[in-house]
Structures are given as structure tokens and as C-alpha cells.
């Protein structure tokens, strides 16, 4: 069965600095999508980034990027200049290129201070 | 003009009630989810439509029937709740062939009591 890991249950950043969150994975599939979901308070899902496990490039949005190592089954995200409404649960998730779900680690929790 | 609209956004209710919730989506989409966050926070995938039949069905209790009336449509009836049922529900819609890119309802925090 496919898994995702977040092994870090909570984090915390200073406003401006960087951080970066874990993930791990394990699967047989050679063509699936990897994402990292922000949740904030308000409870709504947002799709921060996205990769494709054929692309060698890692993604960028803005002021998020992602560290993929398909070797390693790794795809960690990395948050520059953190700001305060970059607080929020976030999950990282998997599917493969024809499946119809999302398979999710179990989230970490961001604190951003000042 | 929300793109994937659930109703109700909070829904208490006392154990061995039968409740619905509702879900639209205005986006074209022709494949419908149900997935449920738990007290963990944990996100598991329940359901999923497409064209108005049922192609993912992950071990849930046959208390919870799905209904799609049609494509813009999937709801959610639970029969006989349970402390257990108390969670938040997440309604999420995509196309065929781009099931990288779903869409997310905003939740229905359900309170059993």
C-alpha cells in the first residue's frame, strides 16, 4: 500500500526566516504527482505546489519550493521568508497519474512568530 | 460563485440521527469526491463519483451512502450516527485525466453528541 510520512508533527519559524518540511513516501508507481496542501484555520484545503515524479525540475510557487529525491522517495518543502499567514496544518499528498484519490500524510503544524 | 459549495458548514446532532450533506460544484467537473478529516486532522479519501458512478468506495461503513444525481452533484447521507461519525467532511471535484488538479470544498464540521 502507498504511504506518505510527515514526521515532524509541528514546526516553528521566525517571521522572515526559512524552513523547511518533511516528507517521505513509499511506492511501486514510476508516474504519480506529488503535493504539499496548506490548511489554515479557516479550514479550507489549498494547493500550495505540485510535482510531477517524471519531472527532474523541482517546483516553484513564489516563495515555496520543493526538494524531490524520487531515489529516495523524498519531496520536503522548503517556505522562504516566512510570514505570519504562512501558519497552518500542512499535508503532504500523493497520487498516481491515472488513480482518482489522494493519498495523505498525517500533517504538520507550522507556528510562525515574530 | 464558489467552485465546489457544501451545505451545511456545521452540522450538530445527537447519536442515531440520520443527516445529509450537500455538494455542488459549478467547475464542468465530471469526478466527485468525499473524503473525511478526523479529530487527528488525518485526511482519508471515503468516496468517489465519476459521470454519476461509483468507482471508489475505501472500506467505509454502509451507513454512509453517496448519491450523485448528477455530475455537479455528490452527496453524503448518514444513516444511524455515531460518536465515531464526529469529523469534518471535505466535498473535492476534478476532470478525468487531471486528477492532479482537485478542487476543495470548504468542510462540514460534524458534531455528534
Known amino acids: 500500500a502507498q504511504t506518505v510520512t510527515q514526521s515532524q508533527p509541528e514546526m516553528s519559524v521566525q517571521e522572515a526566516e526559512t524552513v523547511t518540511l518533511s516528507c517521505t513516501y513509499d511506492?511501486?508507481?514510476?508516474?504519480?504527482?506529488l503535493f504539499w496542501y496548506k490548511q489554515p484555520p479557516s479550514r479550507q484545503m489549498i494547493l500550495v505546489i505540485r510535482?510531477?515524479?517524471?519531472?527532474?525540475q523541482n517546483a516553484t510557487e513564489n516563495r515555496f519550493s520543493v526538494n524531490f529525491q524520487k531515489a529516495a522517495k523524498s519531496f520536503s518543502l522548503k517556505i522562504s521568508d516566512s510570514q505570519l499567514g504562512d501558519a497552518a496544518m500542512y499535508f503532504c499528498?500523493?497520487?498516481?497519474?491515472?488513480?482518482?484519490?489522494?493519498?495523505f500524510g498525517t500533517g504538520t503544524r507550522l507556528q510562525v512568530t515574530l | 460563485d464558489t467552485a465546489v459549495s457544501q451545505t451545511p458548514k456545521y452540522l450538530v446532532t445527537q447519536m442515531g440521527n440520520d443527516k445529509s450533506i450537500k455538494c455542488e460544484q459549478n467547475?464542468?467537473?465530471?469526478?466527485m469526491y468525499w473524503y473525511k478529516q478526523d479529530s487527528k486532522k488525518f485526511l482519508k479519501i471515503m468516496f468517489s463519483?465519476?459521470?454519476?458512478?461509483?468507482?471508489i468506495n475505501e472500506t467505509v461503513p454502509n451507513r454512509f451512502s453517496p448519491k450523485s444525481p448528477d455530475k455537479a452533484h455528490l452527496n453524503l447521507h448518514i444513516n444511524s450516527l455515531e460518536l465515531g461519525d464526529s469529523a469534518v467532511y471535505f466535498c473535492?471535484?476534478?476532470?478525468?485525466?487531471?486528477?492532479?488538479?482537485?478542487?476543495f470544498g470548504s468542510g462540514t464540521q460534524l458534531s455528534v453528541l
Open positions: 463519483y465519476n459521470n454519476k458512478e461509483l468507482i
Open positions: 473535492a471535484s476534478t476532470l478525468s485525466g487531471q486528477h492532479e488538479k482537485l478542487f
Open positions: 467547475l464542468g467537473h465530471d469526478t
Open positions: 511506492t511501486s508507481e514510476s508516474d504519480y504527482y
Open positions: 510535482q510531477e515524479a517524471y519531472k527532474q
Open positions: 499528498a500523493w497520487s498516481t497519474g491515472t488513480a482518482s484519490k489522494l493519498t
